[in-house]
Structures are given as structure tokens and as C-alpha cells.
């Protein structure tokens, strides 16, 4: 019933050259029946290239952040509006290196989601808690404050139109993943905090795991039942590893 849905988070990475090499390599190896919607999230300034390269293909592309407001005087931001016109179709919001790197609160979060879905751009809201946190016992606390803001702000129908990620803070790019009960014990709380708004919305919602996914471990992960994909950073770069993590969403979902 919901599609599985594998997307690539480049965060800092890529040349013009290498940005092209790798994607010519993913659309080769991309099997012309795959049931998974792919994606890449690339640098803002790789945008226009990937969209000519990109077009008529079945991959889509988006961003690793979108402004809070539409335009104006706010140096360094790219209106969801800019994305559009580029054909972007995501683009990634509250990840955590945003928030913990660049003190980004779960408050300009929601007006980035927001901004995002009044221009039909698909955001891809990222939850997750530190060591600490889960440490202290506090996941879920933690994933519903950063999740309540965003519903005050936009309300639970613009869920129809989103994506979650849930991204423990320990396993992003440490090599360390979540266990498989770990993730799909999360991924089912994020479910019923949604579902307690609606429950049809809860049910279609695409919920994805991110934290050193890998070729190794992800059809493990995508086979529990609340997780629909995955948000893939270092194993994102390389096109095997890539095209071997979208074959596993295609094999158990
Ligand atoms: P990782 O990153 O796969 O390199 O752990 C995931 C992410 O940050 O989205």
C-alpha cells in the first residue's frame, strides 16, 4: 500500500564531473521495474545539472534544505518556489546535522516544511535522538517534540504530502545502526503520534529509517513492517552500494 521510497542525502559532497558519472551509473543499474521511488538530495548548486541530466528518467531529485519564508532579504536561503522551478520534487527538512550543527530549531523546522508543502515540494521531515537522549530514556519524548511543532504549524494534512525520516543521531555516519527492533519500535511510535490525528493519514504515510544504511543491513530493516525506505547518506555516493540498498526496498516490499 505505500510505496517504498530510497533517497540519497549527498549532504557536502560532489563535483560537476563526479555529480554526473554518478548518476549515469545509477540510471544504468536502475532495473526498469523496480516498484521503489528514488531520489537524490543534492547540493543546491547541483540542481539545474541534475534536473537537465535527470529529466524523462525515473529518478527523481531535491534538496537538503528549503528557506522558511518566500523571498526577500534573507542572504544565503533558496525559496521552495527556486526548487520548484527547478523540478526538484523533495527536499529534506530538520536534519539533524541542521539542527545540531547550524542551531536549527524544530520551530524554523516547521515554517521550512511548511514553505515546502504550500509549494507542492515534498518535504522530508528528519527526526531523531542523540545517544544521550536515548540513553536517558527520552526517544520518544524527544521525537515528539520535534514532531509537534510541525503539526501546530501546518496540521496533520499536510502529511499526505510529506515524508518522515527517522534518524537516530548515534547512527548517522557512524557506522552504527539502529537494531531492527529499535527502528521499527520508533518508527511505529511516530505512526500512532500521527494516527492520533488521523488514522487514514498515519496508514499512507511513508516513513523511512536513516543511519549508516548499508547493502548489508537493509533488507533487514526494510522488512519490518513501519519502515518504507530508507534516507541513505555515505552509501548514497557510491552506485553500487546505492542501486544494491533500492533493489532490497524492491525485494521485501
Ligand atoms: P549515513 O547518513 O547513511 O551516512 O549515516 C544518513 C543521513 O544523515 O541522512
Redesign the pocket.
Known amino acids: 500500500m505505500r510505496r517504498p521510497l530510497v533517497v540519497g542525502?549527498w549532504?557536502l559532497n560532489g563535483t560537476r564531473v563526479g555529480t554526473r558519472q554518478l548518476l549515469s551509473e545509477i540510471l544504468a543499474g536502475l532495473k526498469n521495474d523496480t516498484q521503489t521511488e528514488v531520489s537524490v538530495c543534492v547540493p543546491f548548486v547541483f540542481v539545474s545539472q541534475v534536473a537537465k541530466q535527470l529529466a524523462d528518467t525515473r529518478l527523481f531529485w531535491g534538496s537538503q534544505n528549503v528557506a522558511d519564508r518566500e523571498k526577500g532579504a534573507f542572504t544565503g536561503e533558496i525559496s521552495a518556489s527556486m526548487l520548484k522551478e527547478f523540478g526538484c520534487r523533495f527536499a529534506?527538512v530538520g536534519?539533524?546535522?541542521r539542527r545540531n550543527l547550524y542551531g536549527e530549531s524544530s520551530a524554523l523546522v516547521a515554517e521550512r516544511f511548511k514553505m515546502a508543502i504550500k509549494n507542492d515540494l515534498q518535504p522530508i521531515l528528519?527526526v531523531g535522538e542523540t545517544l544521550e537522549e536515548r540513553e536517558k530514556n527520552d526517544t520518544f519524548k524527544v521525537i515528539k517534540e520535534q514532531l509537534s511543532p510541525v503539526l501546530e504549524a501546518v496540521g496533520v494534512d499536510s502529511f499526505t504530502k510529506a515524508v518522515i525520516?527517522y534518524?537516530p543521531v548515534w547512527?548517522?555516519?557512524?557506522?552504527k545502526t539502529a537494531s531492527t527492533a529499535q527502528a521499527q519500535q520508533v518508527h511505529t511510535y511516530i505512526r500512532k503520534t500521527i494516527a492520533d490525528f488521523d488514522q487514514s493519514i498515519a496508514k499512507k504515510l511513508r516513513i523511512l529509517y536513516?543511519?549508516?544504511?548499508?547493502a548489508d543491513n537493509a533488507t533487514a530493516l526494510f522488512s519490518m513492517a513501519d519502515i518504507d525506505g530508507?534516507?541513505?547518506?555515505?552509501?548514497?555516493l557510491k552506485a553500487q552500494s546505492f542501486l544494491a540498498i533500492i533493489n532490497s526496498a524492491n525485494s521485501v516490499k
Do not use: D, F, Q
Not at 210 to 214: A, K, R
Not at 230 to 236: E, P, Q, R
Open positions: 542525502n549532504k529534506i536534519h539533524s546535522e528528519c525520516a534518524e547512527a548517522i555516519g557512524t557506522g536513516g543511519g549508516s544504511v548499508t530508507g534516507l541513505i547518506g555515505g552509501a548514497s
